[in-house]
């Protein structure tokens, strides 16, 4: 079945850090691709999307580009803040019905000054 | 940008009694709603599908008498944790997305209910 797989956490950087989150997907078809934040003790806030091949998703300084040849969808920023610390979990929507989200594990990133 | 209202935020129970939990779209409708539960430091585990004006459907392990789930209208689902115990305890939340919105569009989360069960 659809899977999504990101890379392990905790991620800890320094303020104005770079960041990548890897993210790699198996789907059929064509699916969608998103990314959520959680802040501690709230829900998912989507942070970007793509749906198509070669899409780039961006959103408060994040970017994704979706990669089919490579079925990646990873998360980069190029200048982290304290308020970006918070869990973020890669996702994918199958394109066939209505169908919930197919989530990866969630990478928790961690920014101090 | 779509809102899902998820009320109450946290709650506190005795061992043996019931929790509703109601889960609003505020400006969209939503035929499926869709109930996930986060134990600490995990990711979001499904629960179940909520379809307006049919049976939910639930995922393998997920007891439906123990986790009740009415859809009555299109803005509204409701999460009903009957006779809770304590392994109850956990972060619930529910998503939506809008029917408008076609199959690869975003779910939009409620901002989850903390339970405990004393």
């Known amino acids: 079945g659809d899977s999504v797989t990101q890379m392990e956490g905790p991620v800890t950087l320094s303020e104005e850090a770079f960041l990548t989150i890897n993210c790699t997907y198996t789907?059929?078809?064509?699916?969608?691709l998103f990314w959520y934040v959680q802040y501690p003790g709230e829900g998912l806030q989507l942070l970007l999307k793509?749906?198509?091949?070669?899409d780039k998703g961006s959103n408060k300084g994040f970017e994704a580009t979706y990669r089919k040849e490579t079925t990646s969808f990873h998360l980069e920023k190029g200048s982290v803040q304290v308020s970006d610390s918070a869990v973020y979990f890669c996702a994918l929507s199958p394109n066939s019905g209505n169908t919930p989200l197919v989530f990866g594990k969630g990478t928790r990133l961690s920014v101090i000054a | 940008g779509a809102v899902v209202s998820q009320h109450p935020s946290w709650v506190i129970c005795k061992s043996g009694t019931s929790v509703k939990i109601e889960c609003r779209s505020l400006?969209?409708?939503?035929?499926?709603m869709f109930w996930y539960r986060q134990f600490p430091k995990q990711s979001l585990m499904l629960m179940a599908t909520s379809n307006e004006g049919s049976k939910a459907t639930y995922e393998q392990g997920v007891e439906k008498d123990k986790f009740l789930i009415n859809h009555a209208s299109l803005t509204l689902s409701t999460l009903t944790v009957t006779s809770a115990h304590p392994e109850d305890s956990s972060f619930y939340i529910c998503?939506?997305?809008?029917?408008?919105?076609?199959?690869?569009?975003?779910?939009?989360f409620g901002n989850g209910t903390r339970l405990t069960v004393t």
């Open positions: 793509a749906t198509k091949a070669d």
């Open positions: 998503s939506a997305r809008d029917s408008k919105g076609g199959y690869n569009s975003p779910l939009h």
């Open positions: 400006d969209f409708q939503a035929t499926t």
């Open positions: 789907a059929t078809g064509y699916p969608s």
